[in-house]
């Protein structure tokens, strides 16, 4: 609920009905802040349907006056008396050179702070600070920073009465505030307000839940769940405390909802690290919502997903965990991203191993779903976005990217913007373990992996090991080197292999004497094909052009290649026409179609060609199963 104090007693004392006064002002969105006649009534606005406790947001009117160069406070006893009995909050005191202070604010419990004013007006910077008092304490001073969030232009969110204001700042159970502003002679903006977020604990859930640690115990990480395939995806499902779990309200309006997730992007909420147990991170994070909702009219929760100190991970925003919605976390760049908020500030303090670990969960599992690879690039075309580096614009970035690479603000601080390289590393690891084993398995034995490949592979990638390892691994493993032996005997001979040539060209493969792709190559050299390609120099010529080539041999062509034959003997011609760079050509475009379902394009023939005539296809089979298409595939085909 938000609460507006001590107009009523100004509407007695004056002589003015809610009537008279409501003619004059418009009644606005119950759900917008501020809500003018609830604001004059002293009426309590609705809080979001299906809130799950009884917390509430008080709001308060902020008065900063002008200060004159001297140091004086340019306000008359008369408006200061009017102001207090309105209830503001005036700051008229001058405490140090170049600040105004309140006086001491008392009030009921509240546990989260913000500041939030018209968005038109313009703010730049209001050096806002804050203390607080609880159980007689004072906090020091902290800063009220503006907020580097707002909605997309056009979205559900900007369609309603919102707000700008700044960063909410939990401080625990407090009684008292006393806020603090830079003197100016232009004095604060009109329409200042402060929030007041309280909410209480809410009870343990029932065991097996998060219980523990809400209830105070040692907050541990709660475990990834087993394999659970969200939309037919086999990415790995992390363990997440869904709104029910940690008290969210209802949403008050429906967020959009992008067509599908490009990227995502890491914050951090700026707020305190001292919270000590999981049912104090679940009170910020209702704190934050009502913040959102309520004192700057979103909405719902800004963000899609919040991970705390010990790597629980808490459902943001309604529908995230199914669907593409946007947030508002990154003005200009919240439409197709999912937002990730590690619950704190990581400006000096290194997040914990558990909260990097599960953020990377968090972005493998939902860019995953999509087939986008964390360590991808992407081109964004970005609107304008409040608070935007880049406006009516497009723009490069990473897939995944902290909020200061698009926006003036240094979230997600500089201990959590140095994470990203190992976060984007792990969520594609994450992300395309399983659907990596199956699609090898496929590409490279022509079957579905069995449970014991599928278990060892998958902790290996997820271990770190890089695919290509398992590619290679595949192609020197017994049961491909056989399946190559079959297919090359096929192809050149149309029979399958004899026990003793299959015993021979395995055992060459094997022990890497010959390579597999050569096999082909070797078999053309046999008097077996010799004899079937017709039993003359001219008819093996141009049999093997149309085995290897693929195309018909010329008449010069057979005429070079049978002279060679004349002076170097017949293994001249299938070893020149297999090793050439039309050869060479031809095997790229297989491996490309075995791997990519595509030709190879001029680049790949240009690099590989060559490449392939010397050293084989090992590494071209690497560089492929490593590259963000094969990934894209191996999501798209195998999840």
């Known amino acids: ?226 394999s659970a395939p969200l939309s037919g995806s086999s990415v790995l499902v992390p363990h997440v405390i869904t709104r029910a779990e940690w008290g969210a309200s209802a949403p008050v309006c429906t967020p959009d909802v992008a067509t599908t997730l490009v990227g995502a992007v890491l914050h951090h909420t700026a707020g305190s690290n001292t919270y000590s147990t999981v049912a104090e991170a679940e009170q910020q994070i209702r704190n934050d919502q009502r913040y959102h909702i309520q004192s700057r009219g979103w909405c719902d929760l800004g963000y899609n997903f919040v991970v705390d100190k010990w790597g629980n991970i808490y459902e943001g925003r309604a529908n995230s965990m199914t669907e593409p919605v946007i947030g508002v976390h990154a003005g200009g760049f919240n439409t197709g991203t999912v937002g990730i908020a590690m619950l704190g500030t990581y400006t000096d303090v290194n997040p914990s191993a558990a909260t990097l670990e599960s953020v990377a969960e968090v972005i493998g599992w939902r860019l995953g779903a999509y087939g986008v690879n964390p360590q991808g690039m992407m081109n964004y075309t970005t609107g304008v976005g409040e608070n935007s580096r880049f406006l009516n614009t497009t723009v490069a970035l990473p897939r995944v990217f902290g909020h200061r690479d698009v926006a003036y603000t240094a979230c997600p601080g500089n201990a959590g913007y140095a994470a990203l390289g190992w976060i984007r590393a792990r969520a594609t690891t994450l992300a395309f373990s399983e659907s990596l084993v199956r699609a090898l398995y496929h590409d490279m034995l022509q079957r579905g992996v069995d449970p014991t490949g599928m278990a060892t592979w998958s902790g290996q990638l997820l271990a770190g090991t890089p695919a290509s390892v398992l590619a290679d691994t595949l192609a020197h493993s017994d049961e491909y080197v056989a399946r190559r032996v079959v297919e090359a005997y096929q192809e050149i001979l149309g029979r399958g292999p004899d026990p003793t040539g299959f015993a021979t060209w395995t055992g060459l493969i094997s022990s890497g004497r010959l390579r597999a792709e050569d096999l082909r190559g070797q078999l053309i050299q046999s008097d077996e094909y010799y004899s079937r390609a017709g039993g003359t120099d001219a008819s093996y010529i141009a049999r093997l052009y149309q085995d290897i080539l693929h195309r018909g041999a010329g008449a010069d062509e057979i005429a070079s290649w049978s002279a060679a034959i004349q002076t170097s003997g017949r293994g001249a011609a299938p070893y020149g026409v297999w090793r050439s760079l039309e050869s060479a050509h031809l095997r790229v475009h297989e491996i490309y179609n075995i791997y990519l379902d595509r030709m190879a394009d001029g680049n790949g023939l240009g690099t590989w060609g060559p490449y392939w005539q010397i050293h084989g296809e090992d590494l071209l089979r690497g560089q492929i199963t490593g590259s963000d298409e094969y990934l894209a595939r191996s999501a798209r085909l195998f999840s």
């Open 1 to 226: 609920m938000i609460f507006r104090l001590g107009l009523a007693f100004v509407l007695a004392v004056v002589g003015l009905t809610t009537s008279s006064l409501s003619t004059a002002f418009p009644a606005g969105n119950p759900g917008s802040v501020p809500s003018v006649v609830a604001s004059l009534t002293g009426t309590p606005a609705p809080a979001p349907t299906g809130s799950s406790d009884a917390g509430s947001v008080t709001e308060r009117d902020v008065v900063v006056p002008p200060v004159t160069p001297g140091g004086d406070v340019v306000q008359t006893p008369v408006e200061r008396a009017a102001q207090a009995a309105e209830g503001a909050i005036v700051t008229d005191r001058m405490v140090a050179t170049g600040r105004v202070a309140s006086q001491v604010v008392e009030t009921g419990k509240f546990q989260t702070v913000g500041l939030t004013w018209p968005s038109d007006t313009g703010v730049a910077s209001l050096g806002a600070e804050m203390r607080t008092r609880a159980e007689g304490q004072w906090s020091d001073w902290v800063p009220l920073d503006t907020s580097d969030a707002a909605p997309d232009v056009g979205s559900a969110d900007a369609r309603r009465a919102v707000r700008d204001g700044t960063d909410s700042v939990w401080v625990g159970d407090s009684d008292a505030v006393q806020l603090s502003f830079t003197a100016t002679k232009e004095g604060g903006p009109a329409g200042l307000s402060l929030a007041l977020i309280g909410s209480p604990d809410l009870p343990a859930l029932p065991s097996g839940d998060v219980a523990g640690p809400a209830m105070g115990s040692s907050p541990v990480r709660l475990a990834p769940q087993a």
